[in-house]
């Protein structure tokens, strides 16, 4: 009876790791097919979701654990931050002032960050596992570059879903130039991290360099002044987390560059000139946005108007301008105004605590070692400089309301709490 039993179990535990691999293949078919299609995303979150559950059932011992609490996901240092903040957008989805469009917005989105966050955790175990999932992310972040590039100077579209070139910016699959932009954020920060770990291998080193010139020529094409912003703050905290004498240099050039610029913007050839005129008018259209969403924001200060409504009732608290009767539908193109304006001031706390927690670990987890010594810290570094870079840009645009760039966005921070639950065992 007792071989029986063990044979049994052996094979639960062979099914369990199968399906570990099944999940981690969706996973990676999320990443590949981010940039391009949705239908491909959605249908691999649900897959993804079934197995973890078939995986749960089968791994279930009668008599240990109550049955409900199998399906609890894989501790990580932030369930205590994601489950407040989950519990303030439920309490919010009650009180919203369009329940159905709430809910859907729940289950349809937030919820989801943290299915692909959790899945990610439960999945990536082993060093090939992070491996697999950059070499993947560096394919597909190539051929979306190699997309951009066609779509900008020969073919005005790109060749996998038809989008036009709009306003001479490159948009490769993107609906907008800035969501381009935020994707490429996030491959800058891992190219540059692989390009640390590659700097011996010179056939590797070369690819590496071309494909990192490729992002940064396809970044400039997007014409996305918050990305490149994003950019230097995300060097920022890189040089801060490597070599704090760097980043002392690197912001004195910075501050200097900013000084003498009017300056030395009299030397610049006009055609090369940031359009400062340009940058004004984008900032003064998202101030005023920004203002019109305070008032919606001090009518329901602390829980908000609910989830996935301000769109729809931005209409009524925006101004007219021209004696027009109404504007096409907008978002707040500053992810925290809006997450304010949905979910209220105990939303937007509770989301900037899960955010400080999320570094305040990873910070005192990198202090442990050698900064930069071993290939997975590399990468480690490179994770947490994206995702800093992208939250940075948020500031200034949608990206934690675009279902391609907020799965992106949890899913590698999903991929960091991974490795930082298996940094002991990898370095």
Same mark, same amino acid.
């Given at each position: 009876m007792v071989p029986v039993l063990t044979n049994i179990m052996i094979s639960a535990d062979n099914l369990s790791h199968k399906i570990d691999s099944a999940i981690r293949f969706f996973?990676?078919?999320?990443?590949?097919?981010?940039?391009?299609?949705?239908?491909?995303?959605?249908?691999?979150?649900?897959?993804?979701?079934?197995?973890?559950v078939v995986k749960r059932v089968v791994s279930y011992k009668p008599g240990r654990v109550a049955f409900i609490s199998i399906f609890r996901p894989r501790k990580t240092f932030l369930d205590k931050e994601i489950a407040m903040f989950?519990?303030?957008?439920?309490?919010?989805?009650?009180?919203?002032?369009?329940?159905?469009?709430?809910?859907?917005?729940?289950?349809?989105?937030?919820?989801?960050?943290?299915?692909?966050?959790?899945?990610?955790?439960?999945?990536?175990?082993?060093?090939?596992?992070?491996i697999c999932a950059l070499i993947v992310f560096m394919i597909t972040s190539f051929a979306t570059v190699i997309d951009g590039l066609l779509q900008y100077y020969f073919l005005y579209k790109d060749i996998f879903r038809g989008q036009v070139l709009s306003d001479n910016r490159m948009t490769a699959g993107f609906s907008h130039a800035n969501g381009l932009g935020a994707y490429l954020i996030i491959w800058?920060?891992?190219?540059?991290?692989?390009?640390?770990?590659?700097?011996?291998?010179?056939?590797?080193?070369?690819? #590496? *360099?071309?494909?990192?010139?490729?992002? $940064?020529?396809?970044?400039?094409?997007?014409?996305? &002044?918050?990305?490149?912003?994003? +950019?230097i703050a995300g060097i920022g905290l890189l040089l801060f987390i490597v070599r704090k004498r760097l980043f002392i240099v690197f912001t004195i050039v910075l501050l200097l560059c900013l000084f003498l610029y009017p300056i030395i913007n009299k030397y610049i050839p006009a055609g090369s000139r940031v359009n400062i005129s340009a940058i004004e008018s984008s900032f003064s259209w998202r101030a005023g946005i920004w203002q019109d969403s305070f008032k919606?924001?001090?009518?329901?200060?602390?829980?908000?108007?609910?989830?996935?409504?301000?769109?729809?009732?931005?209409?009524?608290?925006?101004?007219?301008?021209?004696?027009?009767?109404?504007?096409?539908?907008?978002?707040?193109?500053?992810?925290?105004?809006?997450?304010?304006?949905?979910?209220?001031?105990?939303? #937007? *706390?509770?989301?900037l605590w899960l955010i $400080?927690?999320?570094?305040?670990?990873?910070?005192? &987890?990198?202090?442990?070692?050698? +900064?930069?010594?071993?290939?997975?810290?590399?990468?480690?570094?490179?994770?947490?400089?994206?995702?800093?870079?992208?939250?940075?840009?948020?500031?200034?645009?949608?990206?934690?309301?675009?279902?391609?760039?907020?799965?992106?966005?949890?899913?590698?921070v999903g991929i960091t709490a991974a490795l930082y639950n298996n940094l002991d065992e990898l370095i």
């Open positions: 996973l990676y078919l999320i990443i590949f097919w981010l940039p391009y299609s949705p239908a491909v995303i959605e249908s691999s979150v649900i897959t993804s979701v079934v197995l973890f989950l519990i303030v957008c439920i309490i919010s989805t009650l009180l919203s002032r369009n329940l159905s469009v709430s809910a859907h917005g729940f289950f349809s989105k937030t919820l989801e960050w943290f299915v692909v966050f959790y899945l990610a955790v439960e999945v990536f175990k082993e060093k090939k596992h992070f800058f920060f891992i190219a540059l991290a692989l390009f640390k770990i590659f700097n011996k291998n010179r056939s590797k080193l070369v690819l #590496l *360099l071309i494909n990192l010139t490729l992002i $940064i020529w396809a970044i400039l094409l997007t014409g996305s &002044r918050s990305a490149w912003f994003s +950019i919606m924001i001090k009518e329901r200060p602390l829980l908000g108007h609910g989830l996935n409504t301000y769109m729809k009732n931005f209409q009524d608290y925006r101004r007219k301008y021209l004696d027009a009767a109404d504007f096409s539908h907008t978002y707040a193109h500053n992810c925290y105004v809006q997450m304010t304006v949905e979910i209220g001031v105990l939303g #937007l *706390l509770s989301f $400080i927690k999320y570094y305040y670990k990873l910070y005192e &987890r990198l202090k442990k070692y050698v +900064i930069l010594k071993k290939n997975i810290l590399v990468i480690f570094t490179g994770l947490i400089a994206s995702t800093f870079s992208f939250l940075i840009q948020s500031f200034l645009d949608t990206n934690l309301y675009s279902l391609q760039l907020s799965l992106l966005f949890w899913l590698v």
